[in-house]
T-cell receptor
Framework: GESVGLHLPTLSVQEGDNSIINCAYS??????FIWYKQESGKGPQFIID?????DKRQGQRVTVLLNKTVKHLSLQIAATQPGDSAVYFC?????????????FGKGTKLSVIP | DVKVTQSSRYLVKRTGEKVFLECVQD?????MFWYRQDPGLGLRLIYF???????EKGDIPEGYSVSREKKERFSLILESASTNQTSMYLC??????????????FGDGTRLSIL
């Protein structure tokens, strides 16, 4: 619950503005990436995924950008709402390694200012 | 929608007890996972299962075991609970995509306290 958010980078955004949450990954062989949202007291919720043959994918109010050159992933949330307040973290997988284990980032706490 | 249900939201047990955490998914997913989540450490994989009766160690299996007798149910067992196993435990499931990778879907977690 609340303890998930301790010691995490925090992003504060005004309601209605766009949010950009960043994630650097380490394995250049990773070819599948996921963004999760975790609200206080709940489990991680799948938001959007992207495969390495793409550099951009859009969902409802969210866009994920993938830059394989610099091993960087970002999640853009349009018109941020109070309900978007949560911890967001990325996850990566190297399908070629023959495993479906995910490597998770530590997360970023998004706080939306009403 | 995928539904992953963990039997308890909060659990308090004593040192030395044998503890069972249960997880059920209703989407006929082949793969299931158990994680623990601790502040500053993120999610760490304890055990996972590719299918019924199969199990694989994750990154931190010591002190834990698992059981997968039915496809929909994956149990995590703390053989002799210790205080350092106080944590948030998360179960996840995933369809085994024939062609492409697929996301894991999580339950809401069990917050376990060992006294």
């Amino acid at each position: 619950g609340e303890s998930v958010g301790l010691h995490l980078p925090t992003l504060s955004v005004q309601e209605g503005d766009n949010s950009i949450i960043n994630c650097a990954y380490s394995n250049s062989a990773s070819d599948y990436f996921i963004w999760y949202k975790q609200e206080s007291g709940k489990g991680p919720q799948f938001i959007i995924d992207i495969r390495s043959n793409m550099d951009k994918r859009q969902g409802q109010r969210v866009t994920v950008l993938l830059n394989k050159t610099v091993k960087h992933l970002s999640l853009q949330i349009a018109a941020t709402q109070p309900g978007d307040s949560a911890v967001y973290f990325c996850a990566e997988n190297d399908s070629g390694a023959g495993s479906y284990q995910l490597t998770f980032g530590k997360g970023t706490k998004l706080s939306v200012i009403p | 929608d995928v539904k992953v249900t963990q039997s308890s939201r909060y659990l308090v047990k004593r040192t030395g007890e044998k503890v069972f955490l249960e997880c059920v998914q209703d989407m006929d997913h082949e793969n299931m996972f158990w994680y623990r989540q601790d502040p500053g450490l993120g999610l760490r994989l304890i055990y996972f299962s590719y299918d019924v009766k199969m199990k694989e160690k994750g990154d931190i299996p010591e002190g834990y075991s698992v059981s997968r007798e039915k496809k929909e149910r994956f149990s995590l067992i703390l053989e002799s609970a210790s205080t350092n196993q106080t944590s948030m435990y998360l179960c996840a499931s995933r369809v085994q995509g024939a062609v492409s990778n697929q996301p894991q879907h999580f339950g809401d977690g069990t917050r376990l306290s060992i006294l």
